[in-house]
Structures are given as structure tokens and as C-alpha cells.
């Protein structure tokens, strides 16, 4: 019997793949669990259809990510931040706080996409956007005393 594959399966297959099995294994093991579907024509089109689709819009997030990357290098965020002995702050600046003001300056990044450390005390910093492994950008952050 064939059938297409809705979740990884370990020792059978990947997702979308069209695999035959028993007729048992398909009926008690795969269809409950809803690992896997009978494998007639129109699924297997459908399927293929969704991936073109999905692939195509990854492909526009990854042009539009690029892009932002590119106006993003170079960038200054600066904050004013009160500071005790040594410039020292009360407080800390976070990846919350460089994404809020980045959006401000028109750049929708998240803040599990920039990655640095907290900042706790006055003067300039790097932080990296990472949108993906080889998509990065760095901002500069200035803290200033208020």
C-alpha cells in the first residue's frame, strides 16, 4: 500500500514522502497516529503544490530579510539611561529595548533576532541582527547618561 508521509517517521521516511507499507502498518499504526495518508493522486499533487507555494514565499522573506539587512548595517541607536559610580546604570538596555527603537526608525526586527549581551553600563556597543545563519548586520548602541 502506498502512502504519503505527514510527519517523520524514523526508518520510513520524511514528510511528503510516498512510501509503501503493509496494509496493517498503514491501518493500526500510521492512519491513527496521523502520520500518514493513502497516497492517491490528487493528495500527492495537492502536496507538491503546497511545497512550490511554500518555497516561493521563503524566497521573498529571505529577499525582503536581505534587504533589510542591507539598510540596517550601520545604524546608530542611542539611549539616555541614568548611571551611578563608575557609569554604571540602574538597570540594564536589552534586546526588547534596541528592537523597540529600531522599529521606530521604520525596521520590524524581533528581539530573538539581535543578539548581545545586556548592557549595563555607559558608552558604544555592537549588536548583531541575525536574521539567519549567513544573514547578519550589525547596529551600533550608544548609551549615554541622561
Known amino acids: 500500500m502506498k502512502v504519503m508521509l505527514q510527519k517523520d517517521v524514523k526508518d520510513l ?24 495518508l493513502m497516497a492517491t493522486e490528487g493528495k500527492v499533487k495537492e502536496w507538491t503544490h503546497l511545497q512550490k507555494l511554500a518555497e516561493v514565499k521563503k524566497k521573498k522573506a529571505r529577499s525582503d530579510r536581505e534587504k533589510v539587512i542591507g539598510e540596517l548595517n550601520g545604524q546608530t541607536v542611542t539611549f539616555q539611561a541614568q548611571a551611578g559610580e563608575g557609569d554604571k546604570l540602574f538597570g540594564s538596555i536589552t534586546s526588547l529595548e534596541i528592537s523597540k527603537e529600531l522599529s521606530l526608525k521604520g525596521f520590524e526586527v524581533d528581539k530573538r533576532d539581535i543578539i ?11 549588536a548583531v541582527v541575525q536574521f539567519a545563519e549567513d544573514l547578519k548586520g550589525e547596529v551600533t548602541v550608544v548609551v549615554d547618561k541622561a
Open 13 to 36: 521516511g520524511k514528510v511528503g514522502d510516498v512510501v509503501s507499507v503493509s496494509q496493517g502498518y498503514a491501518r493500526n499504526f500510521l492512519f491513527p497516529r496521523r502520520l500518514a
Open 116 to 126: 548581545l549581551e545586556p548592557i549595563k553600563m555607559l558608552g558604544q556597543y555592537k
